[in-house]
């Protein structure tokens, strides 16, 4: 089942669709947002068949299979058979890397050229809106040999990305203290002034942790935009001082991966956990690998974590660059390995890649009720853990249309009993 390469949007005044066997990311198919689109026959995460109507971007009803298509003028307008779907809220990225994503295989050192950036960050984006992200959370570099040119060429490709992906960035210098550190507090504030969304950085990396952390809290505050910032989280005592000073700040802390947490002594890891619920700190969690600057060894917590109040997300951290050369930027990868690594239940790792991460973005809630945002992952199967095991085929949905489909198709050929056997094929469901 071969992959297709993520086709870019097209331009405003025009429209395309595409889809293949594999991986496939086509335009909104030129409906109006406001348009009615009917998904008939989707089963849900609790096991009923309904029919749902979208239009003006929501939910506008959910009903028993068949009572939303039986006719009238309610029932008019583009329909799309999902018998044999799953139908969820859409899951979003919480941590990606834009900058770098998708450079793994290009020689010498990653091009920071604003050219490359951008076709990288574009590509990356429909790459994980076809999985089914329908919002992510980009990390940029800013200053240094970058510059500000990085994150113009992501906040460009976050441009030609509205009505696809709802795509925002989080801008991370590198040093923010001493005489070296007051060039990246200028720059990351003109970051903020582009339009960068969140203040980011990683304080691990600059000689004064702490005077890091006052620094991005500061410039959070200026600006009344939420905070992320990578740690491995391996000192007890930097994470109680990054809690206190953290504790209350609206619109939010974030830290991410936090791998060290799981190396600490059970108790010390316990305590410190307990300070970050504490603070209202959420954790981003990175199960499928960890991301430039920090340690890639091992994952955070996630159930202690979870036990102690803490709102734990999980995202996919790098996508196929020198940190991870083979990472997918699959959130339903990344719920697999919490519910087949970590224990969790399959409805507690979906969780972890949807509603905790689409609050940990401070997007809006989803669920597949009336009067909610029309932001929804339909995969085939009848039950959760058999989509996070076997999740070929998806239809993406974002603001009431479709943006992305997946179709895979697995036959079993050349023998004279696959038909006798009825032996198993995916197919797709089509828009009638």
């Not at 086709?7 to 109006?32: V, W």
Request: proline share 7%; glycine share 14%; aromatic share 2%.
């Amino acid at each position: 089942m071969p992959d297709s390469q993520p086709q870019p949007p097209p331009s405003p005044s025009g429209s395309s669709s595409s889809s293949s066997s594999g991986s496939s990311s086509s335009s909104p198919s030129g409906r109006a947002e406001g348009a009615s689109l009917l998904l008939c026959g989707a089963r849900l995460a609790d096991g009923r068949a309904v029919d749902v109507r979208l239009g003006g971007g929501r939910i506008e009803a959910v009903g028993t299979a068949g009572s939303l298509s039986a006719g009238g003028a309610r029932a008019r307008g583009a329909r799309l058979d999902l018998g044999g779907y799953l139908l969820l809220p859409a899951p979003v990225e919480p941590h990606a890397h834009a900058d770098t994503a998708l450079s793994a295989d290009d020689e010498g050192p990653v091009s920071y050229d604003i050219q490359d950036v951008r076709r990288r960050a574009t590509e990356a984006a429909l790459l994980q809106l076809g999985h089914g992200a329908t919002a992510l959370r980009a990390h940029v570099r800013v200053g240094d040999v970058p510059g500000l040119g990085t994150l113009a060429a992501v906040l460009r490709a976050q441009r030609a990305l509205r009505g696809f992906t709802e795509l925002t960035t989080v801008a991370m210098p590198r040093v923010l203290t001493g005489v070296a550190g007051a060039d990246g507090l200028a720059m990351l504030r003109d970051a903020m002034k582009m339009g960068a969304s969140v203040v980011g950085g990683c304080p691990d990396l600059d000689p004064d942790p702490t005077g890091y952390v006052q620094a991005v809290l500061d410039v959070a505050s200026e600006h009344g935009c939420p905070v992320d910032l990578h740690t491995d989280a391996t000192d007890p005592a930097r994470l109680s001082r990054l809690a206190a000073m953290a504790g209350g700040l609206r619109p939010g802390v974030t830290l991410a991966p936090c791998g060290g947490l799981g190396r600490l002594p059970a108790e010390v890891a316990s305590r410190t956990a307990d300070q970050l619920a504490a603070a209202g700190v959420a954790v981003v969690c990175l199960p499928q690998g960890g991301c430039g600057g920090v340690d890639r060894r091992g994952t955070a917590p996630v159930r202690l974590l979870r036990a102690a109040g803490v709102r734990v997300a999980a995202g996919s951290g790098a996508l196929r660059d020198v940190s991870n050369p083979v990472g997918r930027g699959d959130p339903l990868e990344a719920a697999y390995l919490l519910a087949s690594r970590y224990g969790l239940r399959p409805e507690e790792a979906y969780d972890a890649v949807s509603a905790s991460a689409r609050a940990v973005l401070g997007l809006p809630e989803v669920r597949v009720e009336a009067g909610f945002p029309a932001e929804l992952l339909a995969v085939r199967g009848e039950r959760l853990a058999g989509a996070l095991s076997l999740a070929y085929s998806r239809i993406v949905v974002h603001r009431g249309r479709v943006v992305a489909r997946t179709s895979a198709v697995r036959e079993y050929c050349d023998t004279a009993a696959s038909a006798e056997l009825g032996l198993p094929r995916q197919g797709r469901g089509q828009l009638s």
